[in-house]
């Protein structure tokens, strides 16, 4: 039996036992989802460094999976363009029976493998791009079939899954697996599993931005502004990013149509919104880039 399946012998009477009791046994075995995260973190390394290459150069990043594990990927997908400004198109997930699976188990679709190959089909997967199967016990047929299908066409694979010599890690170029150990109620992998899963995809999503540029120090500097509260956090950024008071950021944004990303190159080169923008445009909307190449341009004309 694999891990995530087996029964916890220290769970075994968790329906009997009062209820704060029962909250300290969960969340003592939450305290070990960080430590096995730790435990592959070369991997996760690993995968981060084949990954922003391939980004950088026109690929997109592809979540895939079925139950939990897709509906994770989704969500990690969907919050990469606010937070770092890029493509819906750059990372995007796909869940096996599309998006009523969002919201509502559709089980059955886990076992066709070839869904898994046709949903990636229509996504028009090339070589150049990433797939990450997502599957806590390893063995899902549709994100198999799916990450098969991916490397036969030379894109890269990875997975994430929360048992050790799965036939998806045999699957895939490198194996993230951070084993949790059996779940507090047996084989409900929205527990444990889910959570070292959402830890994993949040790093590989947030280091591939961070080395594509799209963060500065520890700033969003490529967020995108669009309601009150992103607002002020923006005037924040530029605040620190640029030393100025805050009625001063707030008038940068105005003047960069409340884009952070062009506020910041405008100030820190001293050149004109249209020039900010096309330095963005050529460096692939990488802040520090966008900067350099302005002032290396600057510093050659003269």
């Not at 190159?265 to 302005?294: D, N, P, Q, W, Y």
Request: overall charge negative; aromatic content about 2%; charged content about 20%.
């Amino acid at each position: 039996m694999i891990t995530t399946e087996e029964l916890n012998p220290r769970t075994a009477s968790i329906d009997r036992l009062p209820t704060l009791e029962a909250l300290r046994i969960i969340n003592g075995e939450d305290q070990q989802v960080a430590l096995a995260v730790e435990r592959v973190l070369p991997a996760v390394a690993r995968a981060v460094d084949a990954i922003a290459p391939r980004l950088a150069e026109g690929g997109r990043l592809i979540y895939v999976g079925t139950g939990t594990s897709g509906r994770l990927g989704i969500l990690d997908a969907s919050e990469c363009p606010p937070t770092f400004g890029v493509s819906p198109e750059l990372v995007q997930g796909i869940i096996a029976g599309g998006y009523e699976a969002c919201y509502r188990s559709v089980e059955a679709s886990e076992d066709d493998r070839e869904a898994g190959v046709a949903d990636l089909q229509s996504r028009a997967l090339t070589a150049q791009d990433v797939v990450v199967g997502i599957a806590a016990s390893g063995r899902t047929p549709y994100t198999i079939g799916a990450v098969a299908y991916a490397r036969q066409l030379g894109a890269l694979t990875i997975a994430v899954t929360c048992n050790e010599g799965t036939e998806l890690a045999r699957a895939v170029e490198i194996a993230i697996e951070p084993v949790v150990g059996p779940e507090v109620i047996a084989g409900s992998t929205r527990l444990k599993s889910g959570t070292a899963q959402k830890l994993v995809l949040n790093m590989l999503s947030t280091m591939t931005m961070v080395r594509l540029g799209y963060v500065t120090g520890n700033r969003m500097t490529n967020m995108q502004p669009r309601n009150s509260k992103l607002r002020q956090r923006a005037i924040g950024i530029v605040i620190a990013e640029c030393g100025l008071t805050e009625s001063e950021a707030a008038d940068l944004l105005e003047s960069a149509d409340w884009d952070l990303r062009v506020a910041i190159v405008m100030h820190k080169s001293g050149r004109a919104r249209a020039e900010a923008e096309t330095a963005l445009a050529t460096t692939g909307f990488a802040v520090a880039a966008a900067i350099e190449s302005l002032n290396t341009h600057q510093t050659s004309g003269n």
